[in-house]
């Protein structure tokens, strides 16, 4: 794969990235909120189980690309850590957390990680895009 070919795929999954996990912090603040206050839309699919699996087979795929392809690049280690805390909080919001510490607290952890994850995809596109990157910007 060419560097430029590798770039682009790593900016379009830094941007997917940071998009799904902005979509995951909107989604744990806003739909508490419009359940409290009785808006009448259709919340119940955006609290079932399937949007949460929906929204990881989104944030999964798309940090792994990314984060491979930069880190491999420029080897910065803050995205690497900041990519698996994210990714691993992510991953245990939807499958134990709400069991063990209640919804309020899978809701932190879901809010810690999606910011996790939006700190490393940007951090990842600056540096791809830096000098200090040896591949060229898409």
């Given amino acids: 794969m060419s ?11 830094d941007w997917l990235g940071i998009a ?27 609290g079932e189980e399937v949007f949460h699996v929906a929204m990881l087979w989104v944030i999964l795929p798309a940090a792994i690309v990314a984060f491979g392809i930069g880190c ?24 134990v957390l709400h069991d063990l510490i209640g919804e309020t607290g899978e809701i932190v952890v879901t809010l810690f990680s999606a910011a996790a994850l ?15 990157c040896a591949h060229d910007a898409a």
Avoid: E
């Avoid at 560097?3 to 999954?13: F, Y």
């Avoid at 939006?118 to 200090?132: E, G, K, P, T, V």
């Fill in 3 to 13: 560097n430029s070919r590798a770039t682009g795929i790593s900016t379009v999954a």
């Fill in 20 to 46: 799904a996990s902005t979509a995951c912090g909107v989604h744990c603040i806003l739909v508490p909120v419009l359940l409290v206050t009785g808006t009448v839309l259709p919340v119940a699919f955006l």
């Fill in 72 to 95: 491999w690049r420029h080897k910065d280690q803050w995205v690497l850590a900041l990519g698996i805390v994210g990714m691993t909080g992510m991953v245990l919001a939807v499958s």
């Fill in 118 to 132: 939006i700190a490393a995809h940007f951090r990842n596109y600056r540096l791809c895009r830096s000098a200090d």
